[in-house]
Every structure is written in structure tokens, then in C-alpha cells.
């Protein structure tokens, strides 16, 4: 994960979401990145398909694997998964440099956009591994109900549709509601989950019963 320094907003416009999403296609690629691809010309973004696709390019070969994400208005989680030594360090720090540069540009600004270098942690006990991709989708409730984090969340419809309703991560592709499918790589969590309609039921458990003791030991925020 990442946040803005001083816990200031990293993403002010749909544009801004767009645009970091964006950055986790083109930069998660072992090949070097041209520069009219990091700060000026944007990928072809097909709306109907909600997919990135970059014409007169090789196929990507991936530093990572992106499971899931999850961008809110000061900072962002990832879950991800190495497919070379230093992919993740690769990737974070294209990432964030990439957006930093953008965004200092378009609010025409100058210094540090991010909290420090990002933060990580590995997944070791297969009871955080569980957890994680739920807790991760459901961070967007911090925005209109916040009081999930004190285990009191009052209508679970509510919050339910208020997620399905949450572009900027990956929740809905796991839904098989096409959001940004071309950015994660779900074949893992797929499986793990047992297809859109498992994972919806277990969306709901969870936000029923909002098991975060599960995960109380990891240091996410």
C-alpha cells in the first residue's frame, strides 16, 4: 500500500482514478517503458469492453501478478505476487513515480506525492491469505459507512450496493461485472473463491459478520 503524505488525497477527479489504474497495466511489463506511455499518451481504453489494450507493443510479460486492488481517495492497496526477483519493488516504484509525475503536472505542484516508500507486507499464515482480498474490497465502506471497522454495520444491503456500485477496484470483476479486467490476473483467487457466485455469498458472510480479529495482526493502514 501507498498513501499521500501528510494523509492528503491522491486522486481528486474519475480522471485521476483512471489514470493510476492505467498505470498498473502499463507498468506492470518486464519491458522498458516508453515514455510517451508513463506521462503523455494514455493507452486506447476501450469503453464498451472496459479494457486498456496498446497497439504496436510486444505482449506484456509481467512483473507481477495483481490479484485485487482497491484505490481510495488518499491511498491504495494492492495484493500481489512476484514473477521475477525484484518485480514488486520494479512495479511499486514505477507506479508511484509514474502517477507522482502526472499528478504534479496536472495540479501543478512540486515535491513528493506519496507518504515515503510504499509499504508491504508479506502474506506468511494462510488465515491472513483468507482474509485479506475481502478486507481489501470492502475498504470503499470507509467512505459511507464507517463504522464497519467497529464490527456495527447496521444495513448490509446498503453498504452491499454501495460497493457494487465502487469502480475503483477490482471487486466488480471478480463479480464478473467487467470493470478493469485486463488489470488483474484472477485466475488464483478465481479458484480460490469458486467463481463470481461463491464469491458474492462470501462478500455478504463477511460483511455479516466482519471477522477483522482474522487480520488484526497485520499492520494495513
Known amino acids: 500500500m501507498s498513501r499521500g503524505v501528510d494523509k492528503r488525497k491522491i486522486f481528486d477527479s474519475d480522471q485521476d482514478y483512471l ?3 492505467h498505470n498498473l497495466f502499463v507498468f506492470n511489463d518486464q519491458q522498458p517503458i516508453n ?12 469503453i464498451a469492453r472496459r479494457n486498456f489494450a496498446i497497439k504496436e507493443r510486444l505482449p506484456r510479460k509481467l512483473l507481477v501478478k495483481i490479484h485485487c486492488f482497491c484505490l481510495m ?11 521475477i526477483d525484484g518485480g514488486i519493488s520494479l512495479f511499486m516504484k514505477r507506479v508511484n ?13 512540486q515535491g513528493t506525492l506519496f507518504q515515503g516508500r510504499f509499504k508491504s507486507i508479506l502474506i506468511t499464515q494462510e488465515a491472513h491469505f483468507i482474509h485479506l482480498p475481502y478486507y481489501i474490497h470492502l475498504n470503499p465502506l470507509d467512505i459511507n459507512f464507517g463504522e464497519w471497522r467497529e464490527r456495527c454495520l447496521t444495513d448490509c444491503k446498503k453498504a452491499t450496493k ?6 475503483w477496484s477490482s471487486h466488480l470483476d471478480y463479480l464478473s461485472k467487467n470493470n478493469f479486467p ?9 479458484s480460490f473463491f469458486g467463481g463470481p457466485k461463491n464469491y458474492k455469498e462470501a ?7 466482519l471477522d477483522l480479529k482474522s487480520i488484526s495482526t497485520v499492520s494495513l493502514e
Open 35 to 46: 515514455g510517451r506511455y508513463l506521462f503523455k499518451k494514455l493507452p486506447i481504453y476501450d
Open 162 to 167: 454501495f460497493l457494487d456500485s465502487y469502480r
Open 97 to 109: 513515480m509514474g502517477y507522482a509525475k502526472y499528478f504534479n503536472q496536472k495540479y501543478q505542484r
Open 203 to 209: 462478500i455478504n458472510q463477511w460483511l455479516e459478520n
Open 182 to 190: 485486463s488489470v488483474t490476473q484472477r485466475d488464483f483467487l478465481d
Open 19 to 21: 489514470r493510476f489504474i
Open 73 to 83: 481517495p488518499n491511498h491504495y492497496h494492492l495484493l500481489l505476487s512476484p514473477l
